[in-house]
């Protein structure tokens, strides 16, 4: 119940009750809205900005957007169940540490990469504990340990970098299928994307994550086991922070402890732009995949549009503000119209 | 350091020297050369832009600055591959990471573009020249003599350098801890390295620490501007005014109080805004086929003169300066 | 004592919607000075949206609040406060974290030297209304862990503290016993004696006869009737509540009982219930009666495993329950329709598809998926049998009326098709017609041999429905009457522990 | 070792559970208010014991003086972000807000050398209640989550200090030497920083404790549905609150700017979840209702004597922020557990007389 809308009128229920009605529909509609402002941009920036259209161009859009993509897939079904978890970027740079330091110590890369992916499991299971077995909220637990997984990864590898992957692995991070401009990487992420938006929309389990994030104590009336559930996401999380770490390693071909620094409120901002709902029990994958391609777009038409990274700051921050307040003024608009026609005639 | 980090995905190895120089070509008229330093709005870039600028007026070039806010190899990469959608022909760039951005820059190089670093390095196979500030060995060199003579070449001594990690503070301290093997600085002794993560907060706390943790210290050495203003300002505050010696390198706007005040002496410093101009030049001879980056070879830097390519394609800006209370208000910088 | 001077306040042909409910259509009546004035009327009448439009926190859609003879308008619940109208809601509103003190002045703390709040002052303050009424709660402890029913004295205290004229109470003595409910009225007689008027609610008629001087009936939204105590019985009450014969609500299917499904054996909760222990057979629907507070939804959510118990065991057709699981529970075939179908019953926010399918997602699935058809045609299925109305299956479920959601909640469970059901309160909330189709429902349910547990507030509906009645007072069983001894006295004696355990 | 105290006390002053024993009850009911605070002044005590101990320069006057200049801008912005945690909102953006204000008090300087340092201050203090009233007015007018709000702001601040900025920096020569000399001067040895800080903790304390507008926010983040139903005016308090916050955030960044006399567009960032931390660690509850400014206070002046005191130590440097990691967790697991035992206590105990 920490969640409850605070700002709900005092004649609350009937008035939200039309007011969900309509959010209702606005909200599925949100993936639409947000897919064609994307396709919007798309279009717009192919026309009128040169270089953008490019095959060269669309893969490095789609290598950058690649990290913070993996991260939102997860975060989005944390989010739902109205958890947090702000320790992603972290992760990320502790297992690209950690990566480096294994690899310093001459082990094969197949089994670094395993072993890491797990280290990230690892360290989502410790996000979980506290969060579902102490009882502590999400957002501390996750500032806590958002310092102290990048402590580690300095403790890990400190001021070195290790760089010395072999071209393999480098290359194979960059590859496109079929030397267009899809690269691989972008096509596990979709895969991976298919695989949580299939649990999340069409399985019991993405089921009851709806529920519990709207209402948790009816989900666990209803049999649903809560905790556990949420355990289990925080593993997934920091599992595919692990991922993302050994991508960003083997992209920039570089293991370093500051790698992804303060990427968190970015993929923060990415999911919330997608229509999730900070208090959980609203949103979609879709939406959230467009939210992460409409960012990383916009980022890269302004650049090649030689738009300076200032304004990048103030356009994310806008469009961040007005995902939310959009919706919500626009419903509000609507009640209080509705409200102003039944009292008229009365 | 890497084995195969030069490569890029799937492409060859980048021409490094294609064809021959030419060194009477003229510059070629209209080139669009880019500054992309590791972080925009950083004030010691900003002056090397503008050097770079004055450069790319005089060749009747198209200059522009870009980069990203936050000192990151990631949207680092991302802006080299902006600049290559962009088919921009000179990339004048300082490195956050020797290794993260080279894929892109060769990248870059495949479709045309030259390469510069200038402040900062990446691996030699990413790029075509580097201009160095000073040489390394000079830069340890000043510094060593300057704290050398402020404490009386005796004594404790400690360094508060910018992140761990940081490429050029790293290599300096090792030079500096060689100079400080000879025979005249037997008798100073460096205690520790500091690191204040060119975070001014940071290494303001660091140096306090310094001097609760070592006491007897006699003189802090900052490699960094950051660094060292914080320590300045700390210094200036305390007892120890004057009584701890402190120098290293720092922009005269940021130092002038200190040296006013009688907290530093002396410090030093290249101009970045001459590493700019040189970097242009450099870019713009590249460009025109006046060089290839082979050892040896020469180019006209404008009002600068002319420099010759070292070792590995490196071009070195010249000695620093060093600033002092008679100098000092001649810079604004 | 009913005068004809102005009343105080007048409720002027008030009507208030929310969406398609028309929760109260045009009633009126009038508060006078140095009376008590009772409302009654079955649940969802409509009295606690009165109440909430009394005191600022809905505004009527057509008609007036009249204060003084001039027609107000309550924006908001401080407007309320400031006319003079003290509301004690009818669930507790208090601040967790904040001391009783405070919670009882919030807003209104005495002040001493440069508009600094004086603590010592209300905590003297405090303590003088609760010895008032005569109860000793610490005014420095924060409120989260008191008992419903101080929680509730912490709410009369705040409705005295504010010397207000009309003092308006929504079932203050729902939590209370026979004690403290004679302080209350104690002190609601001497305020009325200074000329303040009180609007009280409550299903009790004992004491609405004992306190109020006048009475309004509502049903359904619409008001009644408005007569002096005096002139009425208990009997006229109700049927002016009701507005028919009352054993025709419930028409109970006699069901021959097959063997013993659920066994209770010994079960406790330390503080909250003790040794509480009973069977039921096939078909066989048992009430548990009891006042409000007794203990009787503790121990269904134990029963169901939402709430784990100290001691005893529950058993299903012999097999022991393993403590503290719901999804043990469900899998041996049990279900509970909880009390608070809006915190526990629904996900309100979800659509009746959703929550219609959320306990049995599982056998829904093909191949580990959810088509959305198998849902839609499984929750349009039910939904059609118990007679929902609504919109569409993909409407959210707070959209429908309140008795219709409560059947979402029954189909909910009912689709899993329990051998033993456990519903508590089912028809809080829902409306006549309705109520008695829940009874059809049941009634049939038991006579198709499923073991129903019935937790009950509504004594009629108890005794027409159970063929056994189990009378809980203070969390233990007090008695256990048969269809035939169950009548009212008996119930209500056990209830409120007056007469040794039967 | 900060259960410790706490727990002894309560199972001496809590034998029974008569009423007549509430005077007892009460005393130990308010001393766990108390308690922690007490808790991290005590864990603070024993850092500094520590670090004593090593190294006893740590404990001399100057030495101190440094602990309490760093902590000052700290703990005033722990102070503006506990007003609005309480009320169960949180705001993001102050790191921002802060850079933004510093930037502009250089650019007041600049542009007005003769400026008075006092209407500077003041000048600072307004800008940051604009940004804190823009949040504000969003929270509670469009009725959206402020975590969604102010992360958005916090880009915005930021982006907006930069176009502004357009890499320019403002060193301390471009500001008047009396106003650099607050930054670092002293008064009885103490600093002028940590003297502004105390009088800030002590007016938001007193106004939080004391006045009926600072414990409608209590009720607010404690059960804002609650708050209605009183007829609190919910929105304009929280928007209060906000303003407040960025008020807060405004008066730190112009004595961000006394004190470091070097400013750029990026001052400030990251800060947001450094203030929230020094909130948590000092007890303030996330989503509201309790907690006070000087546990917040503490929690601020606990992080950034880790942060000396690692550095005094001599502590390997990459160990540090894991430490400071550890310690969040840990002061949440104890604000937690202490919690968990007030509810206990409390728990299943009739307290009114039959
Ligand atoms: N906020 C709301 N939104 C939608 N419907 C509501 C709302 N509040 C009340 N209702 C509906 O209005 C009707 C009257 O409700 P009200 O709470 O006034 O009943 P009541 O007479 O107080 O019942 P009880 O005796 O159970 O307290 C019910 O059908 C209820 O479901
Ligand atoms: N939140 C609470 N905190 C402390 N005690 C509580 C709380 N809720 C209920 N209780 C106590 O638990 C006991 C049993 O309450 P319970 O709700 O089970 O009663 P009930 O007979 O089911 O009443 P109802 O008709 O309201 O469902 C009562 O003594 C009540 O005071
Ligand atoms: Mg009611
Ligand atoms: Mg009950």
């Known amino acids: 119940m920490a969640h409850d809308s605070l700002y709900a009128q005092p004649e609350a229920p009937a008035e939200r009750a039309e007011a969900h009605a309509w959010w209702r529909t606005a909200l599925t509609r949100w993936d639409t809205v947000i897919v064609v402002v994307l396709a919007a941009v798309v279009v717009v920036a192919s026309l009128s900005i040169d270089g953008f259209a490019s095959t060269g161009n669309a893969q490095f859009l789609l290598l950058d957007v690649v990290p913070i993509a993996l991260i939102a897939l997860p975060l989005t079904l944390i989010i739902i169940t109205g958890e ?42 410790v996000n979980g504990v506290f969060v579902t077995r102490f009882g502590l909220p999400a957002l501390a637990v996750t500032i806590g340990t958002l310092a102290a997984y990048r402590g580690l990864a300095y403790v890990v590898l400190g001021d070195r970098a290790v760089a010395d992957f072999p071209y393999d692995w480098t290359a194979a991070s960059l590859s496109t299928v079929a030397g267009g401009s899809l690269p691989w990487a972008m096509v596990m992420v979709l895969l991976l994307a298919c695989a949580f938006g299939v649990v999340l929309h069409v399985t019991p389990f993405g089921r009851k994550l709806y529920a519990m994030g709207n209402n948790a104590e009816a989900a666990s009336f209803a049999g649903v086991s809560v905790a556990t559930a949420k355990f289990w996401l925080f593993v997934t999380s920091g599992a595919v922070s692990g991922l993302a770490g050994v991508f960003w390693t083997l992209r920039f071909a570089s293991a370093r402890a500051d790698n992804a620094f303060a990427l968190e409120l970015a993929v923060v901002a990415a999911v919330l732009l997608g229509g999730v709902s900070i208090f959980g029990g609203r949103g979609a994958l879709l939406g959230v995949l467009a939210g992460v391609l409409l960012l990383g777009t916009v980022r890269n038409a302004l650049q090649l549009a030689d738009v300076s990274s200032e304004a990048l700051y103030v356009v994310t921050g806008s469009l961040l503000v007005a995902s939310v307040v959009v919706p919500n003024v626009v419903g509000m608009a609507r009640s209080w119209l509705r409200r102003r026609r039944r009292a008229a005639p009365a | 350091g890497g084995t195969t980090r030069g490569s890029e995905n799937g492409g060859g190895e980048p021409a490094a020297s294609t064809g021959t120089a030419n060194p009477d070509a003229p510059l070629k008229e209209g080139l669009s050369v880019a500054f992309l330093p590791k972080q925009i709005n950083n004030p010691y870039f900003t002056v090397a832009g503008g050097g770079g600028e004055d450069a790319v007026a005089e060749f009747n070039g198209e200059y522009k600055e870009v980069g990203p806010s936050e000192a990151s190899a990631s949207s680092q990469v991302s802006y080299i591959n902006t600049l290559t959608q962009q088919q921009t022909d000179v990339i004048a760039t300082s490195a956050n990471d020797p290794n993260a951005i080279c894929g892109a820059l060769n990248t ?53 350098s910018a992140t761990p990690n940081a490429t050029n503070q790293n290599e300096w301290i090792e030079l500096m801890k060689e100079e400080l093997e000879k025979q005249e600085y037997s008798d100073i002794d460096l205690v520790t390295v500091a690191y204040g993560d060119d975070d001014d907060q940071k290494s303001f706390q660091e140096t306090q620490g310094l001097l609760r ?83 040896g070879q020469t180019f006209e830097a404008g009002k600068l003169g002319e420099y010759t390519i070292g070792e590995n394609g490196v071009i070195v800006l010249g000695p620093p300066t060093v600033f002092e209370k008679s100098n000092i208000d001649e810079f604004d910088f | 004592m009913a005068s004809d001077a102005t009343p105080l306040l007048e409720v002027r042909d008030v009507t208030k919607s929310f969406g398609a409910v028309a929760a109260v259509r045009g009633v009126s009546f009038g508060l006078f000075g140095g009376e008590a004035h009772a409302l009654v009327g079955e649940n969802g009448a409509g009295k606690s949206t009165i109440v909430k439009m009394l005191a600022g926190v809905h505004q009527p859609d057509t008609g007036a609040i009249v204060i003084d003879g001039t027609a107000v308008s309550l924006g908001g619940p401080a407007e309320a406060q400031a006319a003079g109208i003290a509301v004690i809601y009818q669930e507790p509103t208090l601040f967790p974290d904040l001391s009783v003190a405070e919670n009882i002045f919030m807003g209104r703390q005495p002040r001493g030297r440069f508009g600094r709040i004086d603590h010592a002052a209300m905590k003297t303050a405090t303590e003088r209304l609760f010895d008032r009424l005569g109860v000793r709660i610490d005014p420095d402890r924060p409120a989260r862990g008191l008992s419903i029913a101080d929680q509730q004295l912490v709410e009369i205290a705040k409705a005295l503290s504010t010397d207000a004229r009309i003092l308006v109470m929504d079932e203050p003595t729902a939590a209370l016993s026979g004690v403290e409910v004679e302080r209350l009225f104690a002190v609601a007689r001497t305020l009325c004696a200074q000329g303040a008027a009180v609007l009280f609610i409550s299903h009790r008629f004992d004491e609405v006869f004992s306190l109020c001087q006048r009475v309004t009936v509502m049903r359904d939204g619409a008001w009644v009737s408005t007569d002096p105590v005096a002139d009425l019985t208990v009997d006229t009450l109700v049927r002016y509540m009701v507005g028919r014969d009352v054993s025709a609500l419930f028409p109970k299917e006699d069901v021959e009982p097959g063997d013993v499904v659920l066994e ?142 409560q059947k979402v909640v029954l189909a909910k469970w009912l689709a899993t098709a329990p051998t033993v059901l456990i519903v508590d309160e089912p028809t809080r909330g829902i409306d006549v017609g309705t109520k008695a189709e829940v009874h059809r429902l049941l009634s049939g349910l038991a006579a198709q041999g499923v073991a129903i547990v019935m937790v009950s507030s509504e004594l009629p509906e108890v005794l027409g429905m159970a063929d056994r009645v189990l009378v809980m007072h203070e969390g233990r069983i007090t008695a256990e009457l048969g269809r035939d001894a169950a009548t009212e006295e008996a119930v209500m004696l056990a209830a409120t522990g007056q007469e040794a355990a039967a | ?25 009460t005393r130990f009911v308010q001393r766990l208010w108390v308690v922690r605070e007490i808790g991290i002044a005590a864990a603070l005590g024993l850092l500094v014991l520590v670090t004593a101990i090593d190294s006893p320069g740590f404990l001399s006057a100057p030495s101190i003086r440094d602990v309490l200049l760093g902590a000052s801008i700290l703990v005033i912005l722990a102070v503006g972000q506990t007003v609005v945690i309480v009320s169960r909102n949180i705001d993001l953006s102050v790191g921002s807000v ?49 975590l969604v709000i102010t992360l958005g702001m916090l880009y915005v601040y930021r982006g907006v200090d930069h176009l502004w900025a357009k890499g320019q920096q403002i060193n301390a020569a471009d500001m008047p030497a009396g106003f650099l000399s607050m930054g670092t001067s002293t008064l009885l040895g103490v600093p002028v920083l940590a003297f502004i800080a105390l009088a800030v903790v002590l007016v938001a304390g007193m106004y939080l404790h004391s006045y009926r507008s600072g414990r409608e926010l209590y009720a607010i983040g404690s059960e804002p549905n609650a708050a209605r139903l009183s007829g609190i005016p919910v929105g304009r308090r929280v928007f209060g609150a906000f303003v407040v916050c960025g008020g807060m955030a405004g008066l730190a960044g112009a004595l961000y700017a006394a004190r470091f006399g070097t400013i750029d567009a990026t001052v400030g960032t990251g800060l947001e979840l450094e203030v929230v931390a020094a909130a948590v660690v000092g007890g303030v509850a996330i989503f509201g209702g309790s907690g006070s400014v000087y546990g917040a206070a503490l929690g601020a002046l606990l992080l950034t004597t880790i942060g000396t005191s690692l550095a005094v130590l001599r502590i390997d440097p990459f160990w540090q922020q894991a430490v400071v990691g550890g310690l969040i967790l840990a002061a949440i697991g104890l604000d937690r557990l202490l919690a968990l035992r007030v509810a206990n206590r409390l728990k299943g105990r009739s307290s009114h007389g039959a």
């Open chain 1, 84 to 125: 947090i978890d702000l320790s992603v970027a972290s992760t990320l740079g502790l297992c690209s540490a950690v990566m480096g330091q294994l690899w310093l110590t001459g082990l094969p890369l197949e089994v670094i990469v395993v072993l890491v992916v797990l280290l990230g499991g690892l360290l989502g299971a």
């Open chain 2, 108 to 160: 870059a190089r495949q479709s045309g573009a030259k390469v510069v670093t200038f402040d900062s390095d990446t691996n030699p196979e990413c790029r075509d020249v580097f201009i160095s500030q000073a040489t390394a060995e000079g830069i340890a060199h000043v510094q060593v003599e300057m704290i050398a003579e402020q404490i009386g070449g005796k004594g404790k001594i400690a360094v508060l």
């Open chain 2, 213 to 295: 943790s070592y006491p007897d210290l006699k003189g802090i050495v900052s490699p960094t501007t950051v660094g060292l203003a914080a320590a300045a300002r700390y210094l200036s505050g305390s007892q120890y005014q004057g009584k701890v010696a402190l120098t290293g390198l720092g922009t005269p706007n940021q130092m002038r109080q200190f040296v006013k005040d009688g907290t530093v002496e002396k410090f030093a410093l290249w101009k970045p805004s001459d590493l700019g101009y040189l970097a242009a030049y450099a870019g713009a001879a590249l460009a025109s086929g006046q060089i290839t980056g082979e050892q």
């Open chain 3, 264 to 405: 209770v054996d010994g079960l406790s909760r330390h503080g909250v219930f003790e040794r509480v222990g009973f069977s039921v057979r096939h078909g066989e629907i048992v009430a548990l009666a009891g006042l409000v507070g007794a203990g009787r939804s503790e121990v269904v959510r134990a029963v169901f495993g939402i709430d784990r118990y100290d001691e005893g065991e529950v058993r299903v057709n012999g097999e022991r329950l393993s403590n503290g699981s719901p999804r043990a529970a469900m899998a041996a075939g049990l279900a509970l329709v909880p009390e608070d179908r809006r915190q526990q019953g629904l996900v309100m926010e979800l659509s009746i598809e959703r929550n219609a399918t959320l306990t049995r997602l599982g056998k829904l699935t093909r191949l580990g998926v959810l088509t959305g058809r198998g849902e839609r045609s499984a929750a349009g299925d039910w939904a059609d049998r118990l007679r929902v109305k609504y919109g569409r299956l993909s409407d959210a479920v707070s959209t429908l009326s309140g008795g219709n959601q």
């Open chain 4, 1 to 25: 070792m900060k259960t410790g105290a706490p727990v002894a006390e309560g199972q001496q002053a809590t034998p029974t559970a008569e009423p007549a024993k509430t005077n007892g009850r």
């Open chain 4, 98 to 146: 802060l850079g933004l204000v510093a930037f502009a008090t250089g650019k007041l300087f600049l542009a007005a050398p003769g400026t008075p340092i006092v209407l500077a201050i003041l000048a600072g203090i307004g800008l940051g209640a604009v940004c804190g009233a823009i949040n504000g007015a969003l929270v509670a007018t469009a009725r959206v989550p402020a």
